[in-house]
């Protein structure tokens, strides 16, 4: 294998392994920073739009325009869904078979088809609400 291959595969190997460490939201600038600067911004960029294109990380757009990801670790079970809280950002992984019977509901009553990959739920975390 050429040299700048290996070095591909040991970049992406870091910046992966640094993303599946994150338990909040983040930006490709404090990927950036964790990996103090030896990683290009470009080739950081360029990996977590692919990881977004396969539904590994979620992107969503702050009301400052920022935009954030957040890894989505991945699942067997068809049956699943995400919590995410609002407040602190933290995202729970959730297997109950009761969502099938809402993403019928969605199905029969709305004539849409939910991805069931991706069903994320947002609220405030039992941590978060015992602040209130």
């Not at 990881?51 to 699943?80: A, P, R």
């Amino acid at each position: 294998m050429p040299r700048s291959d290996t070095y591909n595969t040991k970049q992406k190997e870091l910046i992966v392994n640094t993303i599946k460490k994150e338990k909040k939201e983040f930006t490709v600038k404090e990927i950036y920073e964790e990996l103090n600067k030896s990683i290009g911004l470009t080739t950081i960029y360029r990996l977590v739009d692919k990881l977004v294109e396969e539904g590994i990380l979620l992107k969503s757009i702050s009301n400052d325009n920022t935009t954030h990801y957040q890894y989505l670790s991945k699942c067997e079970e068809e049956n699943h869904f995400y919590l995410k809280c609002d407040k602190c950002g933290d995202l729970e992984h959730v297997d109950c078979d009761c969502i099938d019977g809402l993403t019928k509901h969605i199905f029969k009553e709305h004539d849409f088809k939910p991805n069931k990959e991706h069903i994320i739920i947002n609220g405030i975390c039992k941590n978060c609400s015992k602040e209130y």
